[in-house]
């Protein structure tokens, strides 16, 4: 399932915002990645669609990886 949903957050980040896919890793922090706080919502807001799950504004408050936020979006999936 993670594997699905890195290729998830891969897709959303290299469409979306232009990083490049061999740079989004689990470990990538969002601020290595080009991304401020206003684009970590629109990436949650994006993935909202993608996915079903709705991180809420606080949960995101220590989110700073990709991994930080997968694990966000299989908590709420689980």
Known sequence: ???DLLATFTEVLTEEFGIEADQVT???TFEAL???SLDVV???LVLEEKTGVKLEDEELE???T???AMNKVQEKQA
Do not use: F, N, Y
Request: glycine share 6%.
């Open 66 to 68: 990709v991994q930080d």
């Open 62 to 64: 220590d989110v700073r």
């Open 1 to 3: 399932m993670s594997q």
């Open 42 to 44: 629109e990436l949650t």
């Open 26 to 28: 689990p470990d990538a």
């Open 34 to 36: 080009g991304l401020d």
